[in-house]
């Protein structure tokens, strides 16, 4: 599959879609790897495509990559960033990550975070598997599912 082919199916699927929103924008790939491409829309109007929580964001991401699943009948992965919100958002759950671990094993018990969707969580897993002394799982079923992060030398919460 070509991936330029791909990049112009994206351009014109994603360009309708903020053509009808009214919204004045510009597209630019970022980064494509084997299994996924990336992308950034820079537009004034951002806060209207990223949404509350980036509830909006992730349904225009998973639209496209559905439309893509339809035309091409094969899973392309599309990771759409809006001026740099995915990035902000990433920093920040790092940072939570380190403070709930550090929580974690100062109080020897588990550390539970707030609800997050599936690509928040494995942000904050790939952190915790990098610190010493804990480890994560994830709990919950659905919008509730959360990471609770153990501590190590703790066998309970």
């Not at 018990?109 to 790939?126: C, D, F, G, Q």
């Amino acid at each position: 599959m070509d991936q330029n082919d791909i990049k112009n199916k994206i351009n014109e699927k994603l360009g309708q879609m903020l053509d009808l929103l009214g919204i004045k924008y510009e597209i630019e790939f970022v980064e494509s790897e084997a299994d996924s491409i990336k992308l950034e829309i820079k537009t004034e109007q951002s806060n209207l495509l990223i949404g509350y929580h980036g509830e909006t964001l992730s349904s225009l991401q998973h639209i496209i990559n559905v439309m893509l699943f339809k035309e091409y009948e094969e899973q392309i992965r599309v990771v759409i960033d809006i001026s740099g919100y995915r990035q902000e958002r990433e920093r920040k759950l790092i940072e939570l990550a380190i403070s709930a671990a550090d929580k974690a094993r100062f109080i020897n018990k588990s550390v539970a975070l707030y609800p997050m969707n599936s690509y928040e969580r494995k942000i904050v897993h790939e952190k915790i598997s990098a610190l010493e002394g804990v480890s994560s799982i994830s709990e919950g079923e659905g919008y509730n599912r959360r990471v609770i992060i153990v501590p190590q030398s703790s066998s309970s919460s």
